[in-house]
């Protein structure tokens, strides 16, 4: 990275790099520490002759400790620089090992000095005086053995050979590395261009390092640990006997027990790549157990690579393939889940959908999903103390867990019979409280397996329940299926099995697969799905508004009331002219994405006419760097949305108009002259800045007539006043103060004696808004130095990659910054406990942002959103609660609701 | 120069134990300290400060896990004030002046190690400029040679936020050595 500003580039790294090296030597650092001392010991009134002369830097150092380690005798902060300065230092380890062992005539380390006569610090520590001997001998017993007692074999890794050139990094500079030669624990080992090596671990594992990597090894009581600086490696792991075997990079930790997999980790993130048994991965706050075959990149820009190119670079890249190829054979299944999530291009069961079903949901069959998920849940209990603990004795004690498997197995089973989709289509209901007709389809891969499944497990039931009835029945014949009967049917013909609760839905099918009858839905709702699958189609929801909101008009018209007010109303909410409402999910090479689009069949009209095309929303560059929240828009001409709505509201309650008039001539104001004519065509609103003690809001909206707005202000303010005036009895007054703030022309709301409520000015065309005098003088900062959130990496980050140029409206967040910034904000006065600071590290890396973005056509409107595949972000089809369940009867709650008592109230 | 206040006023930390972590941690403060600002006067000043701090301090400070790394810390955010704090072009030479006075004097010196240390005061001049906690970050990894894991241990913060802060501390760098973008690396 280089950068240039007045002279030569700058290459960031190299220049840091430098500095990181720089050490004062031993003299100066003494001299400079004898100084400080001096001046503190002076204003501390102590004695500056004993301390800051006995620095710890050297092996000498350290040596003439031992004794008084090994005898307890050194203050705590003391002994704790030993022990750090042992675990780092394994020869050292040893040294106080045998002195432990009262090994006395065991030879010093070459250098070592005799130990100095006890200058004792002039307070000895406490707990030392107050304990015998054999307390302290027990302590410092303890205290090795926890550190050092299961600590590796004490054997060292060694460097087995090399392509290239290899060498090993110590405190006493590089030197090339030799086949056999030790690497010790300080050491790091790095790999030349071009070139590759191999390291064999005390337990018999082996690392392969490909060209330009960096690595050490670190021996600990849990299990060794690979530290992998950059670079690629291989690593055969041999079973461990105890403890486990660690890669770590910089962002990830893979653990495992016996395997062999690759690790590439670059500043990017890592890629993991599993060739053979098991590995879990630790990244990010979460964990991820990965089998033969899968890949796990910590990053969603690292795509996926190829396992063969992965490991290509190995000399044993052949063996590898080999051994690879293999479990490629043993893995068909892990395949075989992999292509049933892919995207389907077509549906053979479209054809057989019901002519006038306004609902049709397409799922992708995760039987096999749901037994993966399973095992995945086991392998975390099993690897959680905490969570096997629960498992045992609330779980598996009353023996759930065996009838959770069943049910496990039993949906699995019933997967491998289907095909890759399952259908669900609601028919709107044909009159009165009759229910909508529900219909779940699938291809039968295995007609006569499945017929026998079935069969099986319904005498089992029926012995079980005592020959009673069984709420589901396996038919053969729908045409002879007799209405009346509540239990679901499940006609499983050669290569379709279908369900319903309606006996005439499956004669129908049967009649449509027959050939008579038409081939399912027609017209724009028909056009729209089969454009979806075009697309390719993973999850997909199609609702038919078109014909709902005709069966609205219909049960208006049938209760006895206008349908011409039934149309007001869908006027005003912008549904009259609306055909279908898509909502899908997909999965994308960085996340999942989530998109839902209306479509109309004419101009949009009410609330749904709102939005403009899309277009530079200028509000958003009054946003600063801060922003946490916004959400901005761009807005149709806002006299013509005012009229608009005016007429609407008039249409639905006759004599709104005149009411209106009345209440504008009293009050001063005219909703379209004053209010609406002033404004322009876009605003934002966002919280962007701190949220104590107030929140900082700010409100951008586009002005064309500021003079004019200021005077609609003033007068609203004015009523207000008044209106308190009269009622409080003079108690508080509210007014408009001019004020001036960074040399502009300012105005401030609120109470007369009090904090102002709200601080504007107007702008670049633009009436800025916020909560105070300090905000807007901050908002205005932000805004001369031209420090803009339109321009922050994280807002351009998630815009979407297609190919428009310009939004409708968006929706942001940033909860997780959001939430970093209140416990920064709470501070040092808020103890969080370990644990719970690690939950809030989690939330935040979790809960990341997100965007939403609508654009808005003539006659469409397209919501989008895309969320990192490890983030929890926007769902727009959960937001518009168009997946939830299907049930049987939930279309007819809705239409009921909406027609008697919901939002959709028609008369 | 900060001077030292009697520490019989606070509450937190008595001089024995200040004592006690200034002869086991000056070193490694001090050379943390001399990285960041560049400056023996400038890093002699923070190791004091520090340790007035701490002696001033109305609680007790928990160095019960790693005194060490708390106070590495502490030195590391109090250099990085004063490099903050330096403003003045007077100031600024003051400071280049005594990194070649530990250096071995700007007559010795050949033309490429004037360079190099005037590329430094650059880099350091600009890491005042980041907002403190990327420039905690980016001192912690780039000078100290903390990995990421470490410093988000240290900090409390997730792995991916030191990742994503460290990313925007060098590319907010880049932009503050490099406004132009002239000289960018392909």
């Known amino acids: ?907 | 120069m900060p001077q030292a206040h009697a520490a019989d006023s606070a509450t937190g930390l008595d001089p024995q134990e200040l004592e006690g972590l200034f002869r086991d941690h000056h070193a490694r403060m001090l050379q943390a300290a001399w990285r960041v600002t560049g400056s023996l006067e400038d890093a002699e000043d923070v190791l004091q400060t520090v340790f007035v701090r701490l002696s001033t301090r109305s609680d007790r400070p928990d160095l019960s896990r790693s005194p060490g790394a708390y106070l590495h810390r502490a030195a590391v955010n109090a250099a990085l004030d004063v490099v903050r704090a330096r403003s003045s072009a007077a100031n600024e030479h003051a400071v280049e002046g005594m990194e070649e006075r530990i250096a071995g004097g700007p007559r010795d010196a050949p033309d490429r190690t004037v360079r190099q240390r005037e590329l430094r005061q650059r880099l350091r001049r600009a890491i005042g400029e980041l907002s403190p906690k990327a420039a905690e970050v980016f001192v912690l990894k780039h000078f100290e040679g903390y990995s990421n894991r470490d410093i988000a241990r240290m900090l409390a913060m997730s792995n991916t936020s030191v990742g994503v802060t460290l990313h925007r501390a060098r590319q907010r760098l880049q932009e503050l050595l490099d406004p132009t973008g002239e000289g960018s690396a392909p």
């Open chain 1, 1 to 907: 990275m280089n950068a240039r500003r007045d002279g030569e580039p700058l290459d960031i790294d190299r220049v840091a790099e430098e500095i990181r090296q720089d050490q004062l030597d031993d003299a100066t650092v003494t001299a400079s520490a004898d100084r400080v001392w001096r001046r503190l010991a002076e204003g501390w009134d102590v004695d500056p002759g004993e301390a800051g002369h006995r620095p710890l830097r050297t092996r000498q150092d350290y040596e003439a400790l031992v004794d008084e380690y090994v005898q307890g005798r050194l203050s705590p902060g003391r002994r704790a620089l030993v022990e750090e300065y042992a675990r780092e230092n394994p020869d050292f380890r040893k040294r106080l090992e045998r002195a432990r062992r009262g090994d006395v005539a065991a030879p010093a380390a070459p250098g070592a000095r005799p130990t100095p006569t006890a200058p004792r610090s002039r307070r000895a520590p406490r707990w030392w005086l107050a304990g015998s001997a054999v307390a302290a001998a027990v302590l410092v017993a303890v205290a090795l053995v926890a550190f050092y007692g299961g600590a590796g074999s004490g054997e060292l890794p060694r460097f087995v050979g090399a392509d290239g050139p290899a060498y090993l990094l110590t405190d006493g500079g590089p030197r090339l590395l030799d086949a056999g030669d030790a690497i010790p624990e300080d050491g790091v080992v790095r790999t030349s261009r071009n070139g590759g090596a191999f390291v064999e671990l005390p337990d018999g594992s082996v690392v392969e390092l490909g060209e330009r990597t960096e690595l050490g090894v670190d021996e600990a009581r849990r299990g060794t640990t690979v530290d992998l600086d950059r670079g690629r490696v291989i690593v055969e792991a041999a079973e461990q006997r105890t403890g486990r075997l660690f890669v770590a990079t910089d962002d990830s930790v893979v653990s495992v027990t016996g395997t062999v997999f690759s690790v590439n980790s670059g500043r990017k993130g890592s890629r993991v790549s599993v060739l053979e048994g098991e590995v879990r991965v630790d990244h990010g706050g979460r964990t991820d157990i990965l089998r033969p075959g899968q890949q796990l990149a910590t990053d969603p820009r690292l795509q996926p690579v190829a396992l063969e190119e992965e490991v290509a670079w190995s000399r044993n890249a052949e063996r590898h393939l080999a051994m690879l190829s293999e479990l490629i054979d043993v893995g068909r299944e892990v395949q075989d889940e992999l292509e049933r999530t892919r995207p389907r291009h077509a549906s053979p069961l479209l054809e057989l959908v019901p002519e006038d079903a306004v609902v049709y949901a397409a799922v992708p069959n995760l039987s096999g999903n749901v037994e993966r998920a399973y095992t995945t849940f086991l392998d975390g209990v099993s690897s959680s103390p905490v969570l096997s603990e629960w498992w045992h004795d609330s779980v598996a004690s009353e023996g759930t867990d065996a009838r959770i498997e069943e049910v496990v197995d039993e949906v699995a089973r019933l997967g491998s019979y289907l095909g890759e989709e399952l259908v669900v289509t609601l028919s709107a209901p044909t009159g009165g409280d009759e229910p909508p007709s529900g219909l779940v389809m699938a291809r039968a891969t295995d007609a006569a397996g499945l017929r026998r499944h079935v069969g099986e497990r319904l005498a089992t039931l029926r012995e079980e329940s005592g020959g009673g009835e069984l709420p589901l029945r396996l038919i053969d014949d729908p045409t002879a299926l007799s209405d009346g009967s509540d239990a679901l049917a499940v006609w499983v013909a050669d290569d379709l099995v279908a369900a319903s609760w309606e006996p005439g839905a499956l004669r129908d099918l049967a009649r449509r697969r027959a050939g008579g009858g038409a081939a399912g839905p027609g017209g724009a709702f028909r056009e729209r799905i089969e454009h979806a699958y075009e697309e390719g189609v993973e999850w997909l929801m199609a609702l038919d508004v078109a014909t709902l909101t005709e069966e609205i008009r219909n049960a208006a018209a049938e209760q006895g009331r206008d349908p011409a007010r039934a149309s007001a109303t869908l006027r005003l909410l912008g549904l009259e002219t609306a055909e279908t409402v898509i909502t899908e999910r997909k999965s994308t090479a960085v996340g999942t994405s989530h998109r839902a689009s209306i479509d109309f069949s004419g101009r949009r009209t009410g609330l749904a006419s709102l939005l403009a095309a899309p277009a530079p929303i200028g509000a958003m560059e009054m946003l600063s760097p801060e922003t946490s929240t916004a959400v901005a828009a761009a807005l149709r001409e806002p006299t013509d949305v005012a009229r608009e709505m005016i007429a609407l509201l008039d249409e639905l309650f006759p004599g709104f108009s005149e009411e209106l008039d009345r209440l504008e001539r009293e009050q001063g104001v005219r909703i379209v002259e004053d209010l609406a004519r002033p404004l322009g065509g876009d605003m934002a609103f966002a919280l962007d800045g701190p949220m104590l003690p107030v929140p900082a809001w700010k409100l951008a909206i586009e002005v064309y007539d500021p003079e004019r707005l200021q005077r609609t202000i003033e007068t609203i303010v004015g009523r207000i006043d008044a209106a308190l005036a009269a009622r409080l009895d003079g108690g508080i007054r509210v007014t408009v103060q001019p004020t001036t703030v960074r040399s502009r022309p300012a105005w401030t709301i609120g109470p007369e004696a009090g904090s102002p409520v709200v601080a504007y000015t107007f702008i670049d065309g633009y009436l800025l808004a916020v909560p105070g005098r300090g905000h807007l003088e901050r908002a205005l900062r932000y805004h001369d130095a031209g420090a803009r959130f339109v321009d922050t990496e994280r807002f351009d980050e998630l815009l979407p990659e297609d190919g428009h140029v310009h939004v409708s409206a968006l929706v942001f967040q940033d909860l997780g910054e959001r939430l970093g910034g209140l416990i920064q904000a709470a501070g040092s006065s808020v103890d969080l406990s370990e644990r719970e600071q690690h939950l809030i590290g989690l939330l935040e890396d979790k809960l990341s942002a997100s965007l939403l973005v609508a654009y808005a056509k003539e006659d469409r409107i397209t919501l989008s959103t895309t969320t990192p595949s490890d983030k929890v972000g926007m769902d727009v089809a959960g937001t518009l609660g168009l997946l939830g369940n299907v049930r049987r009867g939930g279309l007819a709650d809705l239409l009921r609701g909406s027609a008697g008592r919901g939002s959709l109230e028609v008369r």
